[in-house]
């Protein structure tokens, strides 16, 4: 093992690191805007949701923008290849996400009904479209995409944009929002009193139940499924194209992984902690803990597919000799070094800076703030 | 193969997504200073107005960021899902600046909005005055890393080609960020956005003084504005200046196309004024020309010369046939990466590998290329001339007026006599769009003078596009173009009725901070902390 | 000694700026140019603020009325 193959799977770790924050952070704010007319039955309620996280969303929003940069910088050939590939699926996902903050900052500059309740409903649409499609492109990975290159690495996607939205990767997508609901529920429990946290605290223990479910059936349902095996190729730590390995597919070998490293069982274990911990803490009304508890079941079931997949990042269905893996899509080892040094001095400081806005803006929202203030949202 | 009109296309939504995003960012760049200089003098000297000016100019820019954020977004995700060869052949590079982007300027920006926004009470006045400066700083910085980007474009340094991968690998980091091109270009921008802030503070508040409406704050800010934008257009030009000195060396075709220069000829070399330059006859008709102006402005010297592009269509023909041995060798080494002879071939025609494939497009076997071919690969290689050379003359001819125009404002605005001279400020008004179109005309100046490469002399535009089929590219255009229209209306609503509206006074209607209610913004400092507590 | 302290660091502080802008301004000499422009910019910007509040309220002062600017 060279100093580049320990580079690929560091960066394979931050990436994940990336999308765990994505989803958590990402996640709540989506959440809360999902629930957003089921949370919030008047104006003012709804507000109070908005402004709960109002302080926040943009700087949250940014983990979502990082996960792209950074699979840009570290895995072009990922970057390039899954977001031609779903190109129908991206827009979904850039069309509704590019409501939000628009959404946020005009929906309360102007007090006609029909006015707010348009981008209420475009509030809702855009936190819960991109959460099915973050789950459902997870859910695609496992069963492999269509597409292939030509000898230059010119990429062909051969698939309909239909064939993204299988059962199995509509189940993911449902997963994923239920998880981002759960988390926006206790989010407004967090920052909401009264009749609103009620409502959040059922609809989170409700999201909870949800999420343990499918992620139960996701589980047996990979296991059936047919799984990516790599069987030869130059392998870690060497420069090389997609073209130049031998990968076959088998039922079951997504459990490879686990199978050769019992210990990595723990984190599907982690993922039923934290989604049982989050719906038993709501019920207590111990919000925070909820939220902390959602937060691992996150890590957990990210890192379950993530522990799966291992080296597989995008397998291809057409040809799976040309699935990309951590070896064969990564940056050279000079970028790939460069942004290490990068992200570790800049994501610690970033969650530094941004637990102290959370600090700063601490507290509990009420009608009356966000009636009284010419800022809020 | 690939399909000529997906390329056109995915360029023309680029195109149009982009220069839709450059309508807001600009005036972030710009006014986020702005904010920040307003505060500082309201740190510095305790006036209220001051805090008042930056909270009223602070929602403006509110309403501004917000477009730029949500358009943003489309840009980053823009490369992997239309410009996916683009993005897989030069990703290791210029993914880089990218992802720094977010991790070291966007995240804070964003961060620290919404406590300069939400935060005024919260927060102790040196606080929230950091914050401001924070957000300023990091919207630029943001600016920084997408143009170090950018520059890589360009100029493409730090980096080389390797056979065995099939993409470009950085060799130098140092090279990428220091690049002349990705530092000339990045000050040119920021201060433009500057220029661009000082413009939209100097013309609403020109607005407010012909109404005799906020008139403390309105002279306030037309002073502030005026003092940030003559200093910022002397700026823009230095550095426009600096940018044509490094474009005539790392682009020669872009300088050639934007000066209209179709002949060789001897030092020193006249400019073209205003002349309307045909490309399939490769001249100019109605030429007004200054002699040897442009030898002093391009190479700072009387006996400087620049080439033409009859020199360059010259050289690039012979690049294009030392190329394609360079693109032949890669076929081979893709079958085989080990194979010595191919690996020696690529090695000694490296150099031209993307003229090879500017041929590629018209001849996909390069066995059977004609002469023919690689002489309109040759022509290929100028960009549009007319097109390029318009945009720079309205860039400059605006960014000229806009010196003039604070120059004189900022003479009124010391002798304290704006108020009286309503020409001007009607004219201030008048001004507002100026800087937009500038903004606009210089972002197609850099990327049509650019063509027909997505990076210069490396990769031609006609590769770098997704495998798309005119169907999804005609609906995801469509789509942004009902979207963004849509978005365009509303915030020109919102901006307008906001201006209309104008600031809270203290003690009127609107003016909720003196209320004693609590507040979002203004709940005490000390509030019950939230961590960890029991709701009920 | 508490001001010794704060000495030291800001003078470490001062120092570490100048290596900094020494290989800044070698490197990247219009990124140099670009902080202290910037920063002159807005600084300039901010006393043309001041200093049209300073002639106001001289303009007051000279005709007893209440200064401007502090509404």
Redesign the interface.
């Known amino acids: 093992m060279n100093g580049y193959a320990i580079a690929q799977i560091v960066w394979w770790l931050l990436l994940g690191v990336l999308l765990m924050g994505l989803a958590v952070m990402v996640g709540m704010d989506m959440g809360v805007g999902a629930s957003l007319r089921y949370v919030g039955r008047t104006d003012t309620e709804r507000r109070v949701a908005l402004n709960i996280i109002g302080p926040h969303w943009d700087g949250n929003q940014v983990w979502f923008i990082l996960g792209g940069g950074a699979i840009f910088a570290a895995f072009p050939l990922i970057y390039a290849t899954a977001f031609s590939g779903f190109y129908v699926v991206m827009l979904l996902l850039l069309w509704t996400m590019i409501l939000r903050p628009i959404g946020f900052e005009y929906r309360s500059r102007i007090g006609n009904p029909a006015w707010r309740g348009a981008w209420d409903w475009a509030l809702v649409v855009s936190g819960a479209v991109p959460m099915i499609v973050f789950g459902a492109a997870f859910g695609n990975l496992f069963r492999g995409v269509p597409f292939h290159f030509e000898w230059n690495m010119t990429s062909f996607y051969t698939g309909s944009f239909l064939g993204l939205l299988n059962p199995f990767a509509v189940m993911t997508g449902v997963l994923s929002l239920a998880m981002s609901v759960m988390m926006g529920s206790l989010t407004v429990m967090n920052g909401a009193g009264g009749v609103m946290a009620a409502r959040a605290r059922g609809l989170a223990q409700l999201a909870g139940l949800i999420a343990i479910v499918l992620f139960a059936i996701g589980g047996l349902w990979v296991h059936s499924m047919p799984g990516y095996h790599w069987v030869g190729g130059p392998g870690p730590g060497i420069p090389q194209t997609p073209l130049q390995q031998t990968v076959v597919t088998s039922p079951g070998t997504w459990f490879d992984n686990f199978g050769a490293h019992p210990v990595l069982w723990c984190v599907p274990a982690l993922g039923f902690a934290g989604m049982l911990g989050a719906i038993l803490a709501a019920r207590a009304k111990r919000s925070h803990l909820g939220w902390w508890s959602g937060a691992v079941a996150w890590i957990g079931v990210i890192g379950s597919a993530g522990s799966a997949l291992f080296p597989f990042m995008l397998p291809s269905s057409s040809d799976p000799s040309l699935s990309l893996t951590v070896w064969n899509s990564s940056s050279s080892e000079s970028t790939l070094l460069w942004m290490i040094g990068f992200t570790a001095f800049f994501v610690p400081l970033i969650l530094w800076y941004t637990g102290w806005a959370f600090w700063v803006m601490r507290g509990k929202i009420t009608p009356e703030m966000v009636e009284g203030d010419e800022h809020a949202y | 193969m690939?399909n000529g009109t997906v390329v056109d296309l995915s360029r023309l939504q680029f195109a149009a997504t982009a220069l839709y995003h450059f309508l807001f960012v600009p005036l972030t760049l710009g006014m986020s200073?702005?904010l920040?200089?307003?505060e500082?003098?309201y740190v510095?000297?305790g006036?209220?107005?001051?805090r008042q000016m930056a909270m009223f100019w602070g929602?403006l820019f509110?309403?501004n960021?917000?477009?730029g954020?949500?358009?943003?977004?489309?840009m980053?995700?823009q490369?992997?899902?239309?410009w996916?060869?683009?993005?897989?052949?030069?990703?290791?590079?210029?993914?880089?600046p990218?992802?720094?982007?977010?991790?070291?300027a966007?995240?804070?920006e964003?961060?620290?909005?919404?406590?300069m926004?939400?935060?005024?009470h919260?927060?102790s006045k040196g606080q929230h005055l950091a914050v401001t400066w924070l957000v300023a700083l990091a919207s630029?910085l943001s600016a920084?890393w997408i143009l170090v980007a950018n520059g890589f474009m360009q100029d493409p340094q730090g980096a080389a080609f390797?056979p065995?991968?099939?993409?470009m690998?950085?060799?130098s980091?140092?090279d990428l960020?220091?690049s002349?091109d990705a530092?000339?270009k990045?000050?040119h921008t920021?201060?433009a956005g500057?220029v661009t802030g000082a413009i939209f503070v100097a013309g609403v508040s020109a607005y407010y003084l012909l109404r005799k409406r906020h008139v403390?704050l309105a002279?306030?800010s037309f002073?502030?504005?005026?003092?940030?934008g003559v200093?910022?257009t002397i700026?823009v030009v230095t550095?426009g200046d600096?940018l044509g000195f490094v474009d005539a060396k790392a682009q020669p075709t872009k300088l050639a196309a934007m000066e209209g220069l179709w002949k060789t000829e001897e030092a020193p070399l006249p400019l073209n004024l205003i002349a309307f330059p045909s490309q399939a006859k490769q001249r100019n008709y109605g030429a007004v020309q200054i002699p040897a102006v442009l030898s002093l402005l391009e190479t700072h010297s009387l006996y400087g010369t620049v080439p033409a592009i009859d020199a360059l269509e010259r050289q690039a023909a012979r690049q294009v046939e030392d190329g394609i041995p360079a693109v032949q060798a890669?076929?081979a080494l893709?079958?085989n990466?080990q194979d010595p002879a191919a690996l020696a071939q690529f090695d000694a025609h490296r150099e031209d590998l993307g003229y090879g494939f500017l041929v590629q497009r018209y001849a996909p076997d390069l066995a059977r290329v004609t002469p023919a071919e690689i002489r309109q690969a040759a022509k290929d290689s100028i960009p549009p001339v007319a097109a390029v050379f318009w945009s720079f003359r309205v860039m400059v001819g605006l960014g000229l007026a806009m010196l003039a125009f604070f120059v004189l404002a900022t003479l009124y605005?010391?002798r304290?006599r704006v108020q009286e001279k309503t020409w001007l400020l009607k004219l201030a008004l008048w001004m507002i769009p100026l800087p937009f179109l500038a903004d606009e005309a210089g972002w197609l100046v850099a990327e049509l003078g650019r063509q027909p490469w997505t990076v210069y002399g490396v990769l031609p535009t006609w590769?770098s596009a997704?495998?798309?089929s005119v169907g999804?590219m005609a609906?995801?255009l469509i789509?942004f173009v009902v979207?963004y229209s849509t978005?365009i209306a509303?915030?020109m609503y919102?901006m307008v009725?906001?201006i209309r509206l104008g600031p809270?006074e203290?003690g009127g209607p609107?003016d909720?901070e003196s209320?004693p209610?609590?507040?979002?913004?203004?709940?005490p400092f000390a509030?019950?902390?939230?961590?960890?507590?029991?709701?009920? | 000694m508490r001001s010794f302290l704060y000495f030291l660091l800001f003078m470490v502080v001062a120092v570490m700026i100048v290596v900094l802008a020494a290989i800044l301004g070698d490197e990247g000499a219009w990124y140099f140019a670009w902080l202290i422009g910037t920063t002159m910019i807005v600084l300039v910007s901010a006393a043309g603020g001041a200093m049209l509040d300073a002639t106001e309220d001289q303009l007051a002062r000279r005709q007893g009325g209440d200064p401007a600017g502090h509404g």
């Open positions: 690939i200073f702005l920040a200089a307003m500082t003098v510095t000297t006036r209220p107005i001051y929602r509110m309403i960021f917000a477009l954020v949500a358009t943003g977004l489309t980053e995700f490369f992997g899902t239309n996916s060869f683009y993005s897989s052949f030069v990703g290791d590079i210029f993914g880089a990218l992802a720094i982007e977010g991790l070291m966007f995240f804070m964003s961060t620290f909005i919404g406590l926004v939400f935060g005024w919260r927060l630029n920084l390797d065995t991968t099939m993409r690998h950085l060799t980091f140092q960020i220091f002349p530092q000339s990045f000050v920021s201060i500057y403390d002279k306030r002073r502030m504005a005026v003092l940030f200093l910022a700026g550095l600096a890669l076929e893709s079958r990466p605005s010391l304290n590769m997704s495998t798309h999804y609906f995801s789509g979207l978005f509303i915030e919102l009725r906001t809270a203290p609107r909720r209320a209610r609590p507040m979002l913004s203004g709940r509030a019950a902390p939230q961590v960890a507590k029991r709701e009920d």
